[in-house]
């Protein structure tokens, strides 16, 4: 049998892992490997490389992707839906298994329910895909914003600033409720809440009078303040899966902020450093358990599924279900954020 792999959207830490757990664990069972290059666009064109065992060894704690990656949506032409199909067929390839995000996966879903074999595994810093308890790589990226926290809060506190931290997280702010907690922030935005920018002004105020002259603001890229329709976006353009590039909240605040309250205010913009690097323990772990659940659904025959982790158990889940919506941050878990700010 003959098992394409691909990575698609943005890179994440911990893909590697999945890549090796596929082809070490596939290896068992006699298959044979070919990695797609660059995502869906891989197959438009088509690029590939043998995935080998030696090209397997030494990647588990490495970032990015050996595949490489890119953000190309087949399914917004004809043709390159063509393509795609009439490569699968050309290289081969009995089953893809589709390493990406709700994007990626989406794409995976519309070819399986035109019958082509595909596994999905689910992979995003952002942690909101349904259908799974966590993606590998959102640990990481959790662990650099605390990392980053750490530092910010003495030189914030040192200069009696306000800082904006700016972290990733499009439409669930997964990063920021979690980066925020584990690094002490005192507010932490994100999109499925619009705040009040007056509200966030008098927290940052009341601190100062508590005898605290210093605030940690985290804000994921997709919060908006409630009198401005809708997310801050760096331009109007949008990509193949009509997403429009974030960035800007985080400077728009600090100035906000400096201006309503007097307070001296600063912002960062943490960005891809979320996503580059090395992976953590955690993700290394669950990227390798993801990577030989897919072989072995593969082994079992079973296709059209994501593999997902539910609990502490690795299950299987529809790819209809698992693309169907974005997983946002719990009620409950945003309220025990809560309870630290100000
Ligand atoms: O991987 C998802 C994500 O991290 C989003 O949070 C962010 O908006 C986007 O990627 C940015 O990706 P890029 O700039 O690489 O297209």
């Known amino acids: 049998m003959n098992i394409g792999i691909l990575t698609g959207g943005g890179d994440c830490p911990g893909l590697n892992a999945v890549i090796r757990a596929i082809v070490k664990r596939g290896?068992?069972?006699?298959y044979d490997f070919t990695g797609i290059r660059d995502g869906w666009k891989g197959l438009v064109e088509p690029m590939t490389m043998k995935l080998t065992l030696d090209a397997v060894s030494g990647i588990l704690p490495t970032g990015g992707t050996i595949l490489g990656t890119s953000r190309t949506n087949p399914m917004k032409?004809?043709?390159?839906?063509?393509?795609?199909?009439?490569?699968?067929?050309?290289?081969?390839?009995?089953?893809?298994?589709?390493?990406?995000g709700d994007d990626t996966l989406g794409v995976a879903t519309k070819l399986s329910a035109k019958g082509l074999k595909m596994i999905g595994v689910p992979k995003t810093i952002d942690n909101d895909l349904s259908g799974t308890d966590a993606t590998f790589g959102f640990d990481t990226a959790v662990s650099i914003v605390t990392w980053a926290l750490d530092r910010l809060h003495s030189t914030t506190e040192s200069h009696h600033r306000v800082m904006v931290v700016e972290v990733m997280g499009r439409h669930a702010g997964w990063?920021?409720?979690?980066?925020?907690?584990?690094?002490?922030?005192d507010i932490i935005l994100i999109p499925e809440k619009p705040f009040d920018i007056d509200a966030v002004c008098k927290v940052?105020?009341?601190?100062?009078?508590?005898?605290?002259?210093?605030?940690?603001?985290?804000?994921?890229?997709?919060?908006?303040?409630?009198?401005?329709?809708?997310i801050i976006t760096k331009d109007k353009e949008l990509d193949a899966f009509g997403h429009a590039k974030l960035g800007g909240i985080g400077e728009f605040l600090a100035k906000e902020i400096e201006e309503r309250t007097g307070i001296e205010s600063r912002h960062v913009v943490l960005g891809h450093l979320q996503r580059g690097g090395t992976p953590t323990a955690y993700d290394r772990i669950l990227a390798t358990r993801y990577g030989v659940a897919a072989i072995e659904l593969v082994h079992a025959g079973k296709f059209g599924r994501m593999v997902a982790l539910r609990g502490n158990d690795i299950i299987d889940v529809s790819l209809a279900d698992a693309t169907s919506k974005t997983r946002t941050v719990d009620p409950e878990t945003y309220r025990i954020a809560e309870i630290f700010f100000g």
Do not use: C, M, W
């Open 27 to 30: 290896h068992q069972f006699g």
């Open 77 to 100: 032409s004809e043709k390159d839906t063509g393509a795609v199909i009439n490569n699968i067929k050309a290289l081969g390839l009995d089953v893809v298994i589709a390493i990406g």
């Open 175 to 185: 990063i920021a409720v979690h980066g925020g907690l584990a690094g002490g922030a």
């Open 204 to 230: 940052v105020s009341a601190r100062r009078q508590n005898g605290k002259n210093f605030s940690l603001v985290v804000a994921a890229e997709g919060a908006y303040p409630k009198e401005v329709s809708g």
